[in-house]
């Protein structure tokens, strides 16, 4: 059961709570782009948003990313909406493979070795692959990623592996119950990615996404992440309801 009706009304709020992000921020809106992130959700709700005009989606499992890029191409070519799909969950190894080439942007490199075998699978498929580095901003135990420290040798390393374009960073702030306890998170996010875009270590001006992306903000945080220089945010439960993990 989808309730389209209800997406596409939370949909509209979240890009008018966007827009006035942006205006206290003094930024264009076209600057910041929704990730819908539909993990656990079914099939019917990506399309429901579709219907609704999104076209980024954000999914944290590979198994369940392959299953909807499944539906979606057994889908009758005129009802393929446009698509794109962000890996934004921490991801393994040996599941590289079958991102390469349906994915438009991996946003949780969290590892050099792991930015290895993404070069290795797209060099063996003969395609680039448009990636994020995650970086672990609050220092957190529980959370994958670069320390803050870590963040500019790592750039570099990565920004030299031909088959990978580093396009900018990404971070999951604390989950809290008062946002602005993220804004130095965030305001050092954007620090940091000044400065490796001044040491040019981003592939910049390609399509689909030709601007430096600082991939943070999710529903009880994206207004502040904005106000600090988010360009995409990834918002799931304002978008799609509560999940339910208990099928999983
Ligand atoms: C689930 C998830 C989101 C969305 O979180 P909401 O609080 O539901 O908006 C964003 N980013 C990552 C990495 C996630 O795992």
């Not at 997406?7 to 942006?22: D, F, H, P, V, W």
């Not at 698509?83 to 438009?104: D, F, P, S, T």
Request: aromatic share 6%.
């Amino acid at each position: 059961m989808t309730h389209s009706i209800s997406i596409a009304e939370n949909l509209s709020a979240i890009q008018s709570r966007i827009g006035a992000a942006c205006e206290r921020a003094g930024r264009s809106p076209q600057e910041v782009r929704l990730i819908a992130v539909s993990k656990t959700k079914p099939f019917s709700a990506v399309q429901a948003a579709q219907a609704a005009g999104m076209v980024d989606f954000g999914e944290n499992y590979v198994q369940e990313l392959t299953e909807k890029i499944h539906a979606w191409q057994a889908l009758p070519p005129q009802a393929q909406q446009p698509v794109r799909w962000h890996m934004i969950g921490h991801l393994q190894k040996n599941k590289v493979k079958y991102l390469i080439g349906n994915v438009a942007l991996i946003h949780s490199v969290d590892s050099l070795t792991l930015a290895e075998c993404i070069e290795k699978e797209a060099a063996k498929q003969d395609t680039l692959m448009n990636i994020l580095l995650e970086i672990n901003a609050a220092a957190e135990e529980s959370k994958w990623g670069f320390s803050l420290a870590e963040a500019m040798d790592a750039a570099r390393a990565v920004a030299s592996l031909p088959h990978l374009r580093l396009q900018g960073l990404m971070t999951s702030a604390p989950f809290t119950e008062d946002p602005e306890s993220n804004r130095p998170y965030f305001r050092s996010m954007k620090e940091l990615s000044r400065e490796m875009h001044s040491q040019g270590l981003f592939s910049l001006g390609l399509e689909p996404f030709p601007f430096p992306i600082l991939s943070m903000g999710m529903s009880g945080d994206f207004e502040v992440a904005i106000e600090e220089g988010a360009t995409m945010v990834r918002v799931g439960t304002s978008i799609f309801g509560t999940r339910d993990y208990s099928s999983k």
